[in-house]
């Protein structure tokens, strides 16, 4: 199947810190977006980055996308204890089927 | 001003009732999804519908029908439930279908638990 998967699955810091997390994909994509979860809620969008691009910036996040790997990193910097959530990724296949696969998260917990 | 919204928030039935989750978006979209998540966040595509129509239909049981009156509502109708079918359920939308770039609104979800 096309679905991603985020690594770590579970990262704990201390606030001010970075956060990296990774995801990675099986087939060819349009796009791939970053969402992110809070406790008890609905997704957000973060970021989305298109197959021809290689960085994206975003206030204090950063995704990279590497097509030749099929693989894409989200880093929030200067971390904060609100950024405690799960992270997602998602991506459209490029054969046109117009659904979203996400991928199964990384749960960022933030100490204040 | 909530832009996708779903009803209840939280459902607790019996095995093998019938129940429905209502879902609007004021926002305008053509296209509407639900989402099943399960107790380990996994997030799988159910149903979405384009302007009423449906277009993607992944591999549920047809105890679970979807229905879109217009295309600002989607809501869900689950027959004779199980207990697997516990799970948060969300329903999301997205601006217009053959957008290359599209990113989804999701709903609050509504917690369902089958007894």
């Known amino acids: 199947s096309q679905q991603g998967e985020e690594d770590p699955q579970a990262l704990s810091i201390q606030e001010g810190e970075n956060a990296t997390m990774n995801c990675s994909y099986k087939?060819?994509?349009?796009?791939l977006q970053w969402y992110r979860q809070n406790s008890g809620r609905g997704l957000v969008h973060l970021i989305l980055?298109?197959?021809?691009?290689r960085e994206k910036h975003s206030g204090r996040l950063r995704v990279t996308l590497d097509t030749s790997k099929k693989s894409s990193s989200l880093l929030i910097t200067a971390s904060r204890a609100a950024d405690t959530a799960s992270y997602f990724c998602?991506?459209?296949?490029?054969?046109?089927?117009?659904?979203?696969?996400f991928g199964t998260g990384t749960r960022l917990k933030v100490l204040a | 001003d909530t832009a996708v919204s779903q009803t209840p928030k939280y459902l607790v039935t019996q095995m093998g009732n019938d129940k429905s989750i209502k879902c609007e978006q004021n926002l305008g979209h053509d296209t509407m999804y639900w989402y099943k998540q399960d107790s380990k966040k996994f997030l799988k595509i159910m149903f979405s519908?384009?302007?009423?129509?449906?277009?993607i239909n992944e591999t549920v049981p047809n105890r679970f029908s979807p229905k879109s009156p217009d295309k600002a509502h989607l809501n869900l109708h689950i027959n004779s439930l199980e207990l697997g079918d516990s799970a948060v359920y969300f329903c999301?939308?997205?601006?217009?279908?053959?957008?290359?770039?599209?990113?989804?609104?999701f709903g609050p979800g509504t917690r369902l638990t089958v007894l």
């Open positions: 519908y384009n302007n009423k129509e449906l277009i």
């Open positions: 999301a939308s997205s601006h217009r279908l053959r957008v290359r770039y599209n990113e989804q609104f």
């Open positions: 980055i298109r197959s021809n691009e």
């Open positions: 087939t060819s994509i349009n796009n």
């Open positions: 998602a991506t459209d296949a490029s054969t046109g089927t117009y659904k979203y696969i």
